[in-house]
């Protein structure tokens, strides 16, 4: 073999290998944001419901009468049952890398954490895990978000 067609391990890589790996590191950042957002939307669909089945159940069981509070109650429940469906419901087209998959998985997941956030203090079990899934999900969003845009800028 000829010493002169071997690459030399000391010069940097070319710019089609950096944009390859670049490419890569994209891909695997919107994996990563399906993965999260699968995760956000099973936690939140499944704890929410639990928490639907619990207040009817009680409002049943204790012959409560249908007032502001129980309303909010179940209000609460369906839009974060709410919240996680969307999030599942954007997992195919995140993992695709489509923009309309980012929307519905961001949309889903602010609504989750601007839901549970008021209610840390007067529900500490359940609302800070949904404020912390939520706040994760939402900074892994951003950063698949800015390193699309980053290749966008870098193709032109």
Request: charged share 15%; glycine share 8%; proline share 5%.
């Amino acid at each position: 073999m000829d010493r002169q067609s071997e690459p030399d391990p000391s010069s940097p890589p070319a710019a089609s290998e950096l944009d390859a790996g670049f490419s890569k590191l994209v891909a695997g950042f919107w994996k990563l944001a399906a993965g999260m957002t699968l995760f956000v939307g099973v936690f939140t669909t499944i704890f929410a419901s639990a928490h639907l089945q619990g207040v009817m159940q009680t409002a049943i069981t204790k012959g409560y009468a249908y007032d502001f509070r129980l309303a909010a109650l179940l209000i609460v429940g369906m839009t974060m049952v709410a919240a996680g469906v969307l999030c599942i419901a954007a997992v195919r087209e995140l993992a695709r890398g489509h923009r309309i998959g980012w929307e519905r998985a961001f949309y889903g997941t602010a609504w989750l954490v601007l839901i549970a956030m008021p209610l840390e203090p007067i529900q500490p079990g359940l609302a800070p895990a949904f404020t912390f899934v939520g706040g994760l999900n939402l900074v892994v969003l951003l950063v698949v978000v800015v390193l699309a845009a980053l290749r966008r800028l870098a193709r032109s």
